[in-house]
T-cell receptor, first 113, second 110 residues
Framework: DAGITQSPRYKITETGRQVTLMCHQT?????MFWYRQDLGHGLRLIYY???????DKGEVPDGYVVSRSKTENFPLTLESATRSQTSVYFC????????????FGEGSWLTVV | EDKVVQSPLSLVVHEGDTVTLNCSYE??????LLWYKQEKKAPTFLFML????IEKKSGRLSSILDKKELFSILNITATQTGDSAIYLC??????????FGQGTRLTINP
């Protein structure tokens, strides 16, 4: 039972580089989400997807791109990484979208130098 | 602008103490309020509260929602070192969006 997996778990990159964080879930959940967690801010929604080929912006989408060509995958791309994007990124999935059925991945720690 | 505010941001107590964590919110299209526990990795679900005044309980943890005053509390009685974690409050609003508070970092000393 793999559940929801993120890769890479840890990444150091340079300013200006493109970085893609991968997220894969094995439950065929309809909803998938990307959050970032920073000290003092809790988790903030970057993008979410209600189904394959349907994505929408969250609170902090600037500088990020997502796609959802397959139900099970929801990659997050930083097109040109900036130091302010140093953060912990959590992918999550949910069948119904209600908070008690959201399952989070283990997180991807990204440092932009 | 949607806002979820938790207090205190940090709390240190001794094992056996009782703690109360607070969460206030101003969110449009409120659907429910949720509490999560986060121990160094992914948040795990604790409670979902939809109706005012109905206490949810799980072992030593309990939570209640006041939709008139727009706040919720999470109580932990007889705390143990394993309760040390960040506790996150979040409000689910329309379109399946969770708005999180900053979290309360709880440390239980033996």
């Amino acid at each position: 039972d793999a559940g929801i997996t993120q890769s890479p778990r840890y990444k150091i990159t340079e300013t200006g580089r493109q970085v893609t964080l991968m997220c894969h879930q094995t439950w065929s959940h309809s909803y998938m989400f990307w959050y970032r967690q920073d000290l003092g801010h809790g988790l903030r929604l970057i993008y979410y997807s209600a189904a394959a080929d349907i994505t929408d912006k969250g609170e902090v989408p600037d500088g990020y791109v997502v796609s959802r060509s397959k139900t099970e995958n929801f990659p997050l791309t930083l097109e040109s990484a900036t130091r302010s994007q140093t953060s912990v990124y959590f992918c999550a999935s949910s069948e119904s979208g209600t908070g008690n059925t959201i399952y989070f991945g283990e997180g991807s720690w990204l440092t932009v130098v | 602008e949607d806002k979820v505010v938790q207090s205190p941001l940090s709390l240190v107590v001794h094992e056996g103490d009782t703690v109360t964590l607070n969460c206030s919110y101003e969110v449009t299209n409120f659907r429910s309020l949720l509490w999560y526990k986060q121990e160094k990795k992914a948040p795990t679900f604790l409670f979902m509260l939809t109706s005012s005044g109905i206490e949810k309980k799980s072992g030593r943890l309990s939570s209640i929602l006041d939709k008139k005053e727009l706040f919720s509390i999470l109580n932990i009685t007889a705390t143990q070192t394993g309760d040390s974690a960040i506790y996150l409050c979040a409000v689910l609003k329309g379109a399946q969006k969770l708005v999180f508070g900053q979290g309360t970092r709880l440390t239980i000393n033996p």
